[in-house]
């Protein structure tokens, strides 16, 4: 099986930009499709980010996704940070079993 | 629009089995073309998939908990159930149930809102 890793946590000010990495630890990065959840304190977890790139109905556009080869991870960025960004954010895959693989998380604090 | 909601006792304790359900309102859990998972969430810390059952029958478990795990549901109540058996401190967390599609790796678009189980000694 493989692991995502992901930064503990990444900071910004208001207005600035941060990029979240998820690293695939093995196989292909590609071969199976990235998501990306944010949850707030106290809160359940909702995507922000599908299918690797796709951003689904009232995300902001302020968020998005992409996935690179090269260095076997997947990228959630966030523009023109706002404090209301500030949450903890969660990748995830599956395996070849269809069974779901979660990112460490990252936390996301506007300065 | 799909709601979930997570129900159960808020303690255990260690060496009983946590027993929980998720009641699902606004869509058949009989539907097909979706997967409902029991996800978990220790203190502080990150999400764990427990498992998922699919309309049909068709169910799999994160191979850490397969040994102790039992998700089931109930079409005429609409209910999915998470067992968990022998439980230590160790499975203290939130508890969440998501649906998602049969679609090729597709995301949970459906949480419910969780809930805290706590085991004692």
């Known amino acids: 099986n493989f692991m995502l890793t992901q930064p503990h946590s990444v900071s910004g000010s208001p207005g600035k930009t941060v990029t979240i990495s998820c690293t695939r630890s093995s196989g292909s990065i590609a071969t199976n499709y990235v998501h990306w959840y944010q949850q707030r304190p106290g809160s359940s977890p909702t995507i922000v980010i599908s299918?690797?790139?796709?951003?689904p109905s009232g995300v902001p556009d302020r968020f998005s996704g992409s996935i690179d080869s090269s260095s076997n991870s997947a990228s959630l960025t966030i523009s023109g940070l706002k404090t209301e960004d500030e949450a903890d954010f969660y990748c995830?895959?599956?395996?070849?079993?269809?069974?779901?693989?979660f990112g460490g998380g990252t936390k996301v604090t506007v300065l | 629009q799909v709601q979930l909601q997570e129900s159960g006792p808020g303690l255990v304790k260690s060496s009983q089995t946590l027993s929980l359900t998720c009641n699902v309102a606004?869509?058949?859990?009989?539907?097909?073309?979706?997967?409902w998972s029991w996800i978990r969430q220790h203190p502080g810390k990150g999400l764990e998939w427990i498992g998922f059952?699919?309309?049909?029958?068709?169910?799999s478990y994160n191979p850490s908990l397969e040994s102790r795990v039992t998700i089931s549901v109930d079409t005429s109540q609409n209910h999915l159930f998470l067992k968990l058996t022998s439980v230590t401190a160790a499975d203290t967390a939130v508890y969440y149930c998501a649906r998602r599609t049969e679609l090729y790796n597709s995301p949970f678009d459906s949480w419910g809102q969780g809930i805290l189980v706590t085991v004692s000694s």
């Open positions: 606004g869509g058949s859990i009989n539907s097909a073309g979706y997967y």
């Open positions: 059952i699919y309309y049909g029958g068709l169910i």
């Open positions: 995830q895959s599956y395996d070849t079993n269809n069974h779901v693989i």
């Open positions: 299918e690797d790139d796709q951003r």
